[in-house]
């Protein structure tokens, strides 16, 4: 695999992992402390935080620069979890578990990508995609599917999260 391929990979799961603790963010200042599944939310963002952290920090090791779409998603993510929050804690869980869904598919096909070339960046993608799983499991749990027009929700918000993947990607 090559450099920039690697980069690439860095780039966008770090912008992804920026994107998602901007989305608990926007969920948390609706919810508040109290809200209904606001712990899980909390819970979520704090590991999402860590998985930031990492990325930013083997990013700085190895001179990949982030994607300039990172104000974009400040705000976007921000918008996004504040206005499902606004439609309810289980629209709230429904955006969780649609983005994970994505995220899960996106770490597995990185997975395969790496196939043992990068040990260091196939560990930290393969401890996060099971996070991810476990984020998807507890907005499931928590009634993401019982969130008003479900299936037309967790659809626009699982390709918007292809499109900004694929535009990290690139930018």
Known sequence: MSKPDVDRMLR???AG??????????QLAVLGAR????????????????????FDALMVQRGVRPT?????????????????????????????????????????HQLDELDGQDPELET??????????EHRETA???????????????GAIRLGCRLAIRLSERV
């Open 35 to 54: 809200g209904p599944h606001a712990q899980d939310v909390a819970t979520m963002a704090a590991q999402e935080a860590v998985h930031r952290e990492k």
């Open 140 to 154: 499931l749990a928590a009634g993401a599917e019982n969130a008003p027009a479900y299936p037309l929700l967790a």
């Open 68 to 108: 300039v779409l990172q104000p974009l998603w400040s705000v976007a993510g921000y918008a996004l979890g504040a206005a499902t929050a606004l439609a309810g804690p289980e629209a709230a869980m429904a955006c969780t578990a649609a983005i994970e869904e994505e995220i899960d598919r996106h770490y597995t």
């Open 12 to 14: 966008v799961d770090q």
């Open 17 to 26: 992992e920026y994107g998602a603790t901007r989305i608990y963010a926007g």
């Open 124 to 133: 930290l993608v393969r401890e996060f995609r099971d996070e991810e799983r």
